[in-house]
């Protein structure tokens, strides 16, 4: 295996995490609208919070799938086509989440405005429920022959492991929106955030015990790398222990920045577990590792290249795009507006 191999495999993972670590509180975002808010004006003093961002944060997704698709071409045509369905069904759910931004605003009627936000709502919930399956899904061996044709069955891809990881990626979505709301928001909004996320952590414990015995008993990440996958575990429940507490006195930065942790860890502990596989076989011969899957050294080269450049204009616009429009937003400046002020 190669630097640029390895480089690129990494590469992948951080962009999977930034993902879920931005648009992870969009999502979590649009799940609060109905679990915190009460009416419009309130769904929308939390929806402004994400307003300027939550597209933009979207795009590192369709990097993570463009960098795999250049790089390690093999993973990206056996991953997308194993698991069309589930995919599909995860486009349909972004899709429908963004469009019910505008067209909850413009809707002429409050059934329409009431209809769009609950697309947004259940858009949100979906994403993130399904690339928890999906992440969980292709962790475990699968059907697939010597050319990296996955024959996935319905137990292949729905089974208790999936399930958690679709529970426990919506639980930390859920979590980091929260807490992203106690900081972008002011007024009651952020204590009602605050006192949520702090009664939700609880639910979050037995979760991740599951899960723990799920990766235990449905994949081989404890034989191949035993060390790594228990330390990645024990940072995930240290990481919401504190989470939890950090919510229950108040740390806003600290909650949030905890739950980034989390969501980073998660990512973290998915690809040390497959490494160095990228999908696994039940027949140990088929199963796809990242020398195979990979693209040319000359392949690997030019995008390293391109993303030497492209990196610090990325960082710093997004840091600008954060810093430049950071403010708390408050129901009485929505309703200001919503009265033409």
């Not at 019910?100 to 259940?122: D, H, I, L, P, Y």
């Not at 679709?166 to 972008?184: M, S």
């Not at 000359?298 to 600008?320: D, K, N, Q, R, S």
Request: with cysteine.
């Amino acid at each position: 295996m190669s630097f640029l191999q390895l480089l690129w495999y990494a590469v992948i993972g951080l962009l999977f995490a930034v993902f879920l670590v931005l648009d992870g509180a969009d999502l979590g975002i649009g799940m609060a609208t109905r679990l915190l808010a009460f009416n419009y004006d309130e769904r929308q003093q939390l929806l402004r919070t994400i307003g300027p961002h939550w597209d933009g944060n979207e795009v590192f997704l369709i990097t993570a799938g463009g960098a795999m698709f250049a790089s390690m071409p093999m993973w990206y045509a056996s991953l997308f086509s194993g698991f069309y369905l589930l995919l599909f069904l995860v486009l349909i759910a972004l899709i429908f989440r963004g469009v019910s931004f505008e067209f909850a605003e413009n809707a002429e009627t409050k059934r329409g405005r009431n209809a769009w936000m609950w697309t947004n709502f259940w858009g949100s919930f979906f994403t993130a429920f399904l690339l928890g399956m999906l992440f969980t899904a292709m962790i475990q061996a699968v059907p697939m022959d010597a050319h990296g044709d996955i024959f996935a069955s319905f137990g292949d891809v729905v089974n208790p492991l999936s399930l958690l990881g679709g529970v426990a990626l919506t639980a930390l979505c859920l979590y980091q929106g929260l807490h992203y709301a106690t900081l972008r928001t002011s007024g009651l909004m952020r204590y009602h955030a605050a006192t949520l996320c702090g009664n939700l952590y609880w639910a979050a414990y037995p979760v991740e015990v599951l899960f723990a015995l799920a990766l235990y008993l449905q994949t081989d990440f404890f034989v191949t790398h035993p060390v790594a996958t228990i330390l990645f575990l024990v940072m995930i429940v240290l990481s919401t222990l504190v989470g939890h507490l950090a919510t229950l006195r108040d740390y806003e930065w600290t909650a949030y920045l905890a739950s980034t942790i989390t969501l980073s860890a998660v990512v973290a502990l998915i690809f040390v577990g497959l490494f160095p596989n990228v999908l696994i076989a039940r027949n140990p011969a088929h199963t796809l590792t990242i020398v195979k899957a990979s693209a040319t050294p000359y392949t690997l080269g030019v995008m390293t290249i391109v993303l030497c450049v492209l990196l610090p204009i990325v960082i710093a616009y997004f840091t600008w795009s954060y810093v430049s429009q950071w403010h708390r937003v408050s129901l009485q400046e929505v309703q200001a507006e919503e009265a033409g002020y």
